[in-house]
């Protein structure tokens, strides 16, 4: 504690006011009745491939709501209302459609009828689509139609050493974010049908773990069998990108026997390897950098380092409007300057895959008490471990509030307090409080409730003639960007292709510090 205090200390006010944020929110569109929208990406909305703020994730179906960079969690989350309030008004125009609020998806049609993105008929619009149907091919749609929160964070100052560390110590801690902020305990039925699982029934129309906090975060969630025998290590830039290279290179039998094209011609992946591309490793964290039109993700960090680390384990709160609220996002914050200050050993490969069991054991059963996880090597009560992280948070929010000259670090990390003290208040326990208290086990209308009054909540905001005008011109924007593209592409997609996934494309194989 003393040396995670005096490396706190060393952190001048500047420093710290230079860390800046953004959150990535992805929605399903739904009916009101708690079905599938169906229906292409409303045009009002602007072009999906070029739109700075609005665009879709795995489906069609899928809204991904992109914040800029800011310098607070309030103005962040004052930008993510914004581009609420505007996605609200205009599925509202249109019909009946709303976002969908939990991670775990509302009632999906027949695996092959979930669509797929559409990003037009440019070379980088057709790549887009053709490694979504990758992506079908290999986990099925289903999975891939689960949402959640990202949330992008640096600090100035730091180098590719100090973000691995920060990247290894957030992977070995990840177990109390999923404990206290996972809410995705259940999920509907008609998810895991003809899907061999460990749940239980919730009533007659949902599926459960009693104890439960993120079924996303778990085998059911974004999890791959094929991608269970990557191990990543974290120790440097050089190790991270030479196993992702590794995987993103060597074809993998499985998918070779899936082939590129069909015999008729049409594409059925990227590339035959084990991850047509970067964005296809799942993991709770990435190391990021902002890349250049047309350059790999690698290809950028290997050139120029890591420019912030991208968030990927949080869960969407059906409690909250936005997805995430303000304290848990200050508690982010938090967590990753204590990931960033205290000791973070090299890992090996025997704490990977008791991190990977960590991680799926919280997922499943992070309620349970006395449940057991391994930390640094000794078995360890999760509760005890997520106690001592948020005791040690408190120099942290201290530190914080000063520089705001305010206390809202203070109340967050209460909140998380009031949290460990009470866990009937996680919202996993709520969630499932919820469904089978108030909806007999009906984990649809639950969702369906909390979805329409969130949208009747968003529709009430008032909203500037200014904001308005402002989205609509990103929209007019981004739709001549995409026919910009269009018409001046001129190289055969094949060859696109084949130059995009070509291993000459991922960079030089060095370490930057």
């Not at 404990?179 to 949902?206: D, K, M, T």
């Not at 011609?265 to 296809?280: A, K, M, P, W």
């Not at 190289?491 to 194989?509: H, I, K, N, Q, W």
Request: proline share 6%.
């Amino acid at each position: 504690m003393s040396t995670l205090r005096e490396r706190l200390a060393a952190l001048t006010p500047d420093r710290l006011r230079g860390m800046r944020c953004g959150i990535e929110k992805e929605s399903l569109r739904s009916h009101a009745d708690g079905t599938l929208a169906l229906t292409p990406h409303p045009a009002p909305l602007g072009s999906a491939l070029t739109h700075p703020h609005i665009t879709t994730d795995f489906s069609e179906s899928q809204l991904e709501l992109v914040t800029g960079v800011h310098a607070s969690v309030d103005a962040a989350l004052a930008e993510l209302t914004q581009i609420h309030q505007v996605v609200y008004r205009q599925l509202a125009a249109l019909g009946d459609e709303m976002l969908w609020v939990s991670s775990m998806p509302c009632g999906l049609p027949v695996d092959e009828t979930i669509p797929l993105g559409r990003y037009g008929s440019s070379n980088v619009g057709r790549a887009k689509s053709v490694y979504r149907m990758g992506l079908a091919h290999r986990y099925g749609r289903r999975m891939q139609t689960i949402s959640g929160i990202h949330y992008n964070w640096s600090l100035p100052g730091l180098g590719n050493d100090e973000y691995f560390g920060l990247i290894r110590n957030f992977r070995r801690h990840a177990v109390a974010l999923l404990y206290l902020f996972g809410a995705s305990p259940a999920v509907c039925s008609r998810f895991v049908a003809e899907r061999e699982h460990e749940l239980q029934p919730l009533g007659r129309h949902a599926m459960h773990l009693p104890y439960a906090t993120s079924l996303r975060m778990g085998r059911l969630g974004y999890q791959s069998d094929a991608q269970a025998s990557l191990a990543v290590s974290y120790n440097c830039l050089g190790s991270y990108a030479a196993s992702l290279e590794q995987a993103l290179t060597q074809p993998y039998p499985p998918y070779e026997a899936i082939g590129v094209q069909s015999p008729g011609g049409e594409y059925n992946q990227l590339s035959n390897t084990l991850l047509q591309i970067e964005n296809e490793f799942y993991g709770t964290i990435r190391p990021k950098r902002v890349i250049r039109p047309g350059e790999r993700p690698l290809h950028a960090l290997r050139e120029r380092g890591v420019e912030y680390v991208e968030v990927r384990l949080m869960d969407l709160n059906p409690f909250e409007a936005a997805g995430i609220g303000a304290d848990t996002v200050r508690f982010l914050d938090m967590f990753l300057l204590y990931c960033l200050l205290s000791d973070s050993p090299l890992d090996t490969p025997e704490e990977i895959n008791d991190l990977k069991t960590n991680q799926h054991l919280t997922a499943t059963h992070g309620r349970e008490p006395g449940l057991k996880l391994m930390r640094h090597g000794q078995p360890t009560l999760l509760a005890d471990w997520v106690a001592d992280i948020v005791a040690a948070l408190a120099p942290v929010a201290a530190q914080m509030d000063a520089v705001d000259d305010g206390d809202a670090y203070a109340r967050a990390l209460a909140a998380a307090q009031t949290l460990l003290a009470d866990p009937a208040q996680l919202p996993s326990a709520r969630v499932l409080q919820a469904v089978r208290g108030d909806y007999e086990g009906n984990f649809v209308a639950f969702v369906r409730d909390r979805s329409l009054h969130n949208r009747a909540d968003f529709l009430a905001l008032e909203m500037t003639l200014k904001t308005q005008a402002h989205f609509n011109r990103l929209a007019d924007q981004s739709m001549a960007d995409q026919q910009r593209i269009e018409s001046t592409d001129s190289m055969p997609f094949e060859v696109y292709r084949r130059e995009y996934v070509s291993p000459d494309r991922l960079g030089m194989a060095r370490c930057v510090r």
